[in-house]
């Protein structure tokens, strides 16, 4: 900590022309507060989300469900990427797993529609072109 704090020091005296203890207080004050959204559970579950983003097939899903109009099974859903239905399922299951879709059982078949997360996260996308 007392290395962090000289360097800390050395950087304001650069900044402001000088340093006094106050003013390193102050900004070590504003630090912690700034380490704050650093809370290791956000921090695991946006990795998590934005990982399962990260793969062009789990993407094209998530923007499929997205668009669709009502919840997809696998079934409607395999034709229109180029992977096999053990390959749609898995990455579902991997999104279901980070928040992006969910599923329900219909009989013997399961139904998966994006959650509100994913639609947020692909209008950002969409909003930063």
């Known amino acids: 900590m007392a ?3 000289d360097r800390l020091r050395r950087y304001l005296e650069d900044e402001l022309g000088e340093c006094r203890n106050e003013d390193l ?3 070590l004050a504003e630090l912690d507060d700034l380490e704050a959204v650093l809370d290791e559970d956000v ?3 946006d990795v998590q989300t934005l990982s399962a983003l990260g ?3 789990r993407y094209q899903l998530v923007r499929l469900l997205v668009e669709a109009d009502e919840p997809l099974c696998v ?12 390959a749609v399922s898995h990455a579902l299951s991997t999104l279901a ?9 219909d009989g013997r ?8 997360r994913a639609s947020a996260l692909l209008t ?6």
């Open 3 to 5: 290395e962090t704090a």
């Open 25 to 27: 207080q102050e900004r």
């Open 43 to 45: 921090v695991s579950s």
């Open 55 to 57: 793969n062009e097939t």
């Open 75 to 86: 079934c409607e859903i395999t034709p229109l990427v180029d992977v096999s239905d053990s």
């Open 97 to 105: 797993g980070a928040g992006l879709v969910t599923k329900r059982k």
């Open 109 to 116: 078949w399961r139904k998966y529609r994006a959650t509100g």
């Open 124 to 129: 950002v996308l969409d909003g930063s072109r």
